[in-house]
């Protein structure tokens, strides 16, 4: 049940659901099918905020996440995970609530729970960072892959059409500078929604950026295109079989975050027939298969040195999905 304290933080924190239309972002679809998908992903996404800020309790929040559906419910978990760490960074008396989240409900969509923190880092001071970012040294990369998505997806013109590099230091050491990089994937991811799910305005757009930045673009396209789905036009198969031409040398970029995205959907028994097409297309397998390269580039990993463990992670499952 809501509570009172809880309808408060709603009313003063929740944005607006009109904040994530094409209209108000600036955004352009060719396929309006493909746009009100994504619009939807986006209202899914708050909704999740709106039931992190008003439940009493891990239960609660559970059981109303699990009342979207299921293609979209990681979004809603995502949203979720944004909340929760805003409430912790405001009430530093009660620093808990998204590590509960984590350690509970959120289990089975671990990655989106990180992606999540990144949104919260992108709304609030650098100062606070380290009390919301949890310290999984191999996943909290991904709340710099949230901040990135934020920053492209509130922050267009200065991040995608004008191409703005990230300068981000992370709350923990980064002796290499990885930290634009795992922007970057982020930004990468954004510009399936930017691009309204248009596979050639993805790429072409991807080609205005320096060259050194579109490996981690792609992986975030690769995330995107098969967790988010929706291919522009209705093209299915045809459109991701584009995709992947179109990637060119960075097909194992694409592939990398593709099979990134069967992991999050087959953890907590979301794939859809989005899930399964894209991953055959990309990956070239199922999504099985797809999560078990994830799993299987984990072993044996060594720790962070001239690049982060996270790195070393993505190129094995590179090589993996190249045969190499």
Known sequence: MATLTGNIRKRLLTPDFSEVTFARRGFTARDPQAQARLEHTGRQFLTGFEHAMTSGDM?????????????????????AAMALAIT???????????????????GAHIYMAHVGIGWAMARL??????AIVL???????????????????????????E??????????????????????QGIGRALWFVCGADVERVASMIGTFAPQRRADLWGGTGLAA?????????????????????AGDHRGDL?????????????????VDDTTEA??????????????????????????????????????????????
Not at 66 to 78: I, K, M, S
Not at 88 to 101: I, S
Not at 125 to 130: I, N, Q
Not at 255 to 270: I, Y
């Open 59 to 79: 239960a609660e929040l559970s059981a109303l996440l699990d009342t979207v559906e299921r293609r979209f419910r990681g979004f809603a978990y995502e949203g």
């Open 279 to 324: 991953v055959r297309v990309i990956c070239g397998c199922t999504v099985d298969e797809a999560a078990r390269l994830t799993d299987t580039a984990l072993d044996d990993l060594p720790p962070d040195g001239p690049l982060p463990a996270f790195e070393v992670w993505r190129q094995r499952i590179q090589a993996a999905v190249r045969g190499g």
């Open 125 to 130: 001071p650098k100062r606070l960072w380290p």
């Open 163 to 184: 191409r703005k590099a990230p300068a981000v230091v992370p709350p923990w050491p980064d002796p290499s500078g990885y930290a634009a990089r795992a922007v970057d």
């Open 226 to 246: 098969t967790y988010a789905g929706g291919v522009g036009g209705g093209a299915g198969a045809v459109g991701l079989e584009a995709l992947v031409k179109l």
């Open 255 to 271: 592939a990398q975050g593709s099979a990134f995205a069967a992991k999050a959907r087959l953890l907590p028994g979301l794939v």
């Open 88 to 106: 912790d960074a405001m009430t530093p008396w009660r620093r808990h609530r998204v590590r509960a989240f984590v350690d509970g409900p959120a």
């Open 135 to 161: 310290q999984d040294p191999l996943l909290r990369w991904l709340a710099l892959d949230g901040y990135g998505f934020h920053l492209a997806y509130f922050s267009t013109r200065e991040y995608v059409h």
